[in-house]
């Protein structure tokens, strides 16, 4: 196997299992390595520290394993059988109300560059560095293994995620089986989820818990879900008995999924409305219309050099909803954006809160669920921010 050597003191981070390797910290690779390529990494004493893929650029080895194996097939499997083992001890797997959740969160799970969602038997895979991408079939394998006959199809997603620059050209398409069915449960809601032309894997799963706050905050109220997506939270907040709820979206295709949404669980059609509109236009005149508003937006910042604008937005999305909303309203408001820390999202709020003139208590500060879990040695893998916020 290619052995990568790193500069003295330069092991620390691994000896943390933190699971980079920065390009600066290398000092010698044995052999001619293509990105994509197994390594050993060790340190300067010529001591063993981890495994992993080769891959260009600031982050030069993406490591999966601390421990000297062997990697194949039963590697892969054992690592996607103790990531279902731990669905299935939070009470995801198996379960009635829903089958729909993230089986394996990249370095949350321990292999950085693999995301897998599942959905009512059909598994969702992305991966984001092109080691994945080359043992993707041995992925395969492992999760028919662990499934059995409970998995019915495998949708490789990666055409959107392998770097652009790279050898590899992914192309979206089933790995095995073919569609099944597009329609699961969250907490015994029903849901339409395109995985094949729909954003990310097709759902925002990583706002289960969310929603199902907002669920208790939203009987008799008037709620505007925005940046709606799927509807998800706009389902949520009319089957727990709210008087009026709004869905709003700039895309058509996402309007249109919401109110299949909407038809899926036989919501009346006087409870329920949704627009076509730009967030900001919308919000405009809307003042004391609403009891409750959701902040849900794509991510604003993908990369560092764009956090700067990212905040301003935040700031402003925030500052225009804490005007428009009635004395007493709560706002949902949250941050994909990977790059924006907690901290900084905070303070964009505040400031927000500055601007509109109002007095604002944070009732709740949300984070992703179990199943997208946060690897402490990696912090960085906490990437969904959110606020509750009572506004006087």
């Avoid at 790279?166 to 699961?184: C, D, I, P, R, T």
Wanted: glycine content about 8%; aromatic content about 12%.
């Amino acid at each position: 196997m290619i052995k990568v050597t790193l500069k003295p003191g330069k092991d620390t981070s691994l000896r943390r299992f933190h699971p980079w390797v920065f390009s600066g910290a290398i000092d010698t690779i044995d052999q001619k390595v293509e990105e994509g390529d197994l390594v050993e990494v060790y340190d300067s004493e010529n001591s063993y520290l981890g495994t992993g893929h080769c891959q260009i650029g600031s982050i030069a080895v993406r490591v999966f394993t601390f421990e000297q194996e062997t990697i194949g097939l039963a590697f892969w499997k054992s690592k996607i059988q103790q990531a279902y083992n731990f669905r299935h001890s939070i009470g995801l797997a198996e379960n009635s109300a829903t089958n729909v959740y993230r089986l394996l969160y990249a370095e949350g799970d321990g292999l950085p560059g693999l995301v897998i969602d599942y959905y009512n038997g059909t598994a969702v895979l992305q991966t984001h560095s092109i080691g994945m991408h080359l043992v993707k079939d041995q992925v395969v394998d492992a999760l028919q293994q662990v499934y059995g006959d409970q998995l019915k199809a495998v949708y490789d997603k990666s055409e959107e995620t392998i770097p652009k620059q790279s050898f590899v050209k992914a192309k979206n398409g089933y790995l095995f089986g073919q569609l099944h069915s597009n329609e699961v449960l969250e907490n015994g809601y029903k849901f339409f989820v395109d995985w094949e032309a729909g954003q990310k894997t097709g759902f925002f799963i990583d706002q289960r818990e969310n929603r199902e706050l907002l669920a208790r905050y939203s009987k008799g109220k008037a709620v505007l879900n925005t940046f709606c997506y799927t509807g998800g939270f706009s389902v949520y907040a009319a089957r727990a008995g709210a008087r009026i709820v709004h869905s709003v979206d700039s895309s058509k295709k996402a309007i249109e999924l919401t109110d299949k949404n909407i038809r899926l669980n036989e919501i009346d059609e006087n409870i329920h409305q949704s627009f076509v509109s730009d967030v900001f236009d919308f919000l405009n005149g809307k003042e004391n219309t609403y009891d409750i508003i959701v902040l849900d937006p794509p991510a604003f910042a993908k990369h560092r050099d764009a956090k700067h604008n990212a905040i301003q937005g935040y700031k402003r999305l925030n500052a225009e909803a804490i005007k428009q909303i009635k004395p007493g309203g709560l706002i949902f408001t949250f941050s994909c954006s990977q790059v924006v820390d907690r901290y900084s999202f905070n303070s964009a709020v505040m400031a927000a809160a500055i601007l509109a003139g109002r007095k604002v208590r944070i009732l709740h500060s949300l984070s992703q669920p179990p199943d997208h879990p946060v690897n402490i040695f990696h912090p960085e893998g906490e990437y969904l921010k959110g606020l509750v916020l009572y506004v006087e």
